[in-house]
Structures are given as C-alpha cells and as structure tokens.
C-alpha cells in the first residue's frame, strides 16, 4: 500500500463522520503521563502519528491500550525520561513530550527536531520558557539534556509569537510546577483549549486557555480522568473541499463549526451553498466556483496553514485568479510542484502563490511531499479527469484516518495500490 489510485471526476455524495483532531490527541497523550492514574481518551483517530505517540509513552514506561477510538494510558510506573532519536524522526510534533517529560520527572532527553518538510522548525520559544521555569537546558551530539535540580517553579512569559507548540509545552510543564504561570502572547487554537481542558477534567488550574492570555496555578497532583479529543477541523475542510471540486453535494458530522469561521467564511466568498447546523453542515458548489482575490494564512482565528494547500487545490478550479499568501511557514509550497502535474496553473514567489482557475484538472502521476500537500493531491485526482497515482502516502496517513475508505464511501473510485 504505497500508493494511492484515483479514477477521478466523479461527484461526491453522501455523509462522512469528521475524526477527532490530530493535533489534539497528541498534546493531550502527552498530557496523560502528569496523571497518577489511568486516564481514558476518547476519539482518537486511528493515524500514524497518534501510534507514534503511543509507542513513546510505551517506551517512557506507561502503560497503554487502545480499544477502538479509545486510548487508555497509566502513566503510574512510568520509569524514563528519554525519547530516542528515531521515534523523535517519526514525527517532528513528538517535541510536545518534553514539557510533559520535565513536568513529571524534573528532566528529559530528547534528540534535537531540527527541520522538516515545512522548512525549518526551531523550538527556541519552547526551550527559553522552559529554562525560564527552572530547567536548564544543554545541547549535545544532536539531543537536548534538560534537568530542572530545584524543581520547576511558575513564571511569567512572554512569547515573541504565538507559537501552538510552545504554547502547549509551557502549559504542560507549568501545571504540576510550584507557583503562577502566566503565558502572554499565547497561541488561541481551539488544540490549546482542548489540551485545557483535559488537564482541568484531572485537577489542574488552567484559565484563560484560547485567550492571548493563558493562567497556570501549580497544584501537586493530577487524578485520574476521561476526555472526548476534538473534531478535526483541517480533516473537515479537506472532504468539503473535494465535494465542491467534484461538483458533488455532501453532508459533513461531528464538527464544531465556531472552530471553522475563517474557512466557512472562505466558502462562502468562493459562492459554495453551505447549511451550517450545530454539529453538523451541508455543502455544494454553487453555479461557478468563484476566485478569492486574497487569502492569508494568519494565527487563529484566522486562516489556518493547515488548511491552505487544500484550498489552493479547491482554486486551481475558479473562474478567475487567487492569490494566497502563506504567513507561519516558510516553505509551504513544495506540494505546487506536484499540483501542477495535474495541469493547475500555480505560479509561486517567496511566501506568495497566485493560482489561475482552470476549467479541468486531468490525472497524473505525482507524489506527496507533506501531509497537507498530500490531501491537496487526493482532492485535486478526486476532481480530475482519468488516473491520479499518489506516490509517498506515508505523509497523508499521518493525518487522515480511512481516508480512502471515506472517500469511496462518498462514490469515490479511489484505492490503494
Ligand atoms: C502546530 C501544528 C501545525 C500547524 C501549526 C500552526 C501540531 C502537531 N502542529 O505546529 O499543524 O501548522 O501549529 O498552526 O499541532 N516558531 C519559532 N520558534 C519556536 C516555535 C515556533 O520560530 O520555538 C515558528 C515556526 O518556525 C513557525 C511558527 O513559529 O514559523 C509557527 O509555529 P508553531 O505555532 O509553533 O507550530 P507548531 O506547534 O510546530
């Protein structure tokens, strides 16, 4: 299973259920090792990244068993504080351990994330914070050797950007710490308010979460708890933006819309007919799919990045031209290359991407090249005309779950090969 084979230009239809959010399950996973007893996480997608995550719990020595879309993790005996460098390869996100590492054990070896396919990711924001709550922090042959000798104590912090991950490292290291934390400039997304709110279910003191301004009393012990992860909003946006391409109608369920505007309102402006209910919405193409002057990718509640390649992908398709300018990461384009195989007319300068609609997208061979790259090639084969061959799918099984079986569900001819 290497690859995947679209027969595309077939109209969606029919219903989907969204996946709870990758990016929430894997803060919350690391979450649960601050937890003295067995914590139960429900809806957790079946992906690459959320096994990853569950190896590393295993190798600090949790427990842990997944029971359908259940993870259930006892963090009781956990016995080590190192994560090795090839599961840290496996996935660059694994860098959220280490404030839930440190925050447990007072230390943790990680090996240095270094880059990735988005372009270079540095952790400094993480890593100032932490050292400013006590830890001190050492670079060594590739890895990070954090000891906090006093413990970790509060402190106030102030981050130059509202970085998501920062902002969940600080959360997770300050909750069992002595003292106030306070994050200023924290990053809003709904993943931080979710991670919040796991930690408040088992004890904590956490306020002001999805706000600039994060709050974290240290209190002693975390107990045992239950939490529902979030829906997946990126995952959302990547099957409505295939029902729009495909000319298709369908109906999308378990979602929060309120975690969605930026995007709905996109959808709008490109004059898609969208009935909007409270866990729940419907969408189709309108007449003509139309051009959406400006987009920016920008810090909730705007744009997210995430979604981005998939509403390049949504573009190559409008009556006129779009431009879409991408503001968090620096190199975010590489998947263009690859949508243009397909015959999109893209063309790209720095962090700007100007796409021409053209009436016809048609199949081709091509690869992914990053998770989000890849969703913009499954809708862009879903919406051509003959055979898509998507090469290097191990980027998008990190994200999605049963992608392919979702989308043959919506009367996709769509497999793996
Ligand atoms: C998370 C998401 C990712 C999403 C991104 C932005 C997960 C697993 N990943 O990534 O899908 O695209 O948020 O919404 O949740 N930066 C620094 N120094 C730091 C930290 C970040 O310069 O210490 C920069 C990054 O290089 C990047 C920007 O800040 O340009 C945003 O990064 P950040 O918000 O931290 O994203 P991630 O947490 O890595």
Do not use: W
Request: glycine letters at 10%; proline letters at 4%.
């Amino acid at each position: 299973m290497s690859q995947i084979v679209i027969n595309g230009a077939k109209a969606l239809s029919g219903e989907i259920n969204i996946q709870g959010a990758k990016n929430s399950v894997l803060p919350v996973l690391a979450a649960t090792i601050l937890c003295d007893k067995e914590c139960h996480v429900h809806n957790c997608p079946d992906l690459s990244d959320v096994n990853t995550s569950i190896k590393i719990l295993k190798q600090l020595g949790c427990k842990c068993a997944r029971q359908g879309n259940t993870v259930s993790v006892d963090s009781s005996d956990m016995n080590n504080y190192k994560i090795p460098e090839n599961l840290m390869r496996e996935m660059r996100s694994s860098v959220v351990f280490l404030g839930a590492i440190v925050g447990k054990t007072g230390k943790a070896v990680i090996s240095s994330p270094g880059g990735c396919e988005l372009g270079p990711r540095p952790i400094d924001l993480h890593l100032s914070a932490l050292n400013k709550m006590g830890v001190c922090i050492r670079e060594e042959h590739g890895f990070l050797y954090c000891d906090a000798p006093e413990g970790l104590y509060g402190a106030e912090i102030n981050l130059s950007f509202p970085s998501v991950g920062a902002t969940e490292n600080i959360i997770l290291a300050a909750v069992k710490a002595k003292g106030m934390t306070v994050i200023h400039n924290a990053a809003k997304e709904p993943e931080i308010s979710d991670l919040a709110d796991f930690l408040n279910s088992a004890g904590a003191r956490i306020y002001g979460a999805g706000s600039d301004t994060v709050y974290i009393h240290g209190v002693e012990k975390l107990s045992a708890t239950e939490h529902s992860i979030i829906p997946d909003r990126i995952a959302a946006v990547t099957y409505m933006a295939s029902a729009v391409m495909t000319n298709g109608k369908i109906v999308i369920n378990d979602i929060m819309p309120s975690h969605m505007m930026a995007m709905l309102s996109l959808f709008y402006e490109s004059g898609c007919n969208l009935k909007i209910y409270k866990n729940s919405l419907e969408i189709s193409r309108g007449d003509k799919l139309l051009r959406v002057p400006k987009i920016r990718s920008l810090v909730y509640p705007g744009f997210p990045t995430d979604a981005g390649p998939i509403i390049i992908s949504m573009l190559t398709l409008a009556d006129g031209t779009s431009m879409f300018v991408e503001n968090i990461f620096e190199n975010r384009f590489r998947y263009i290359d690859e949508l243009k195989r397909l015959g999109a007319k893209i063309k790209t300068e720095g962090k700007i991407a100007v796409i021409e609609g053209v009436s016809q997208l048609l199949g081709a061979p091509c690869k992914a090249t990053d998770l989000r790259g890849g969703a913009a090639l499954v809708c862009a084969g879903l919406a051509a005309k003959d055979t898509t061959v998507i090469g290097e799918i191990g980027h998008i099984e990190r994200g999605y779950e049963n992608l392919v079986d979702n989308f043959k569900k919506l009367g996709a001819d769509i497999y793996y090969r």
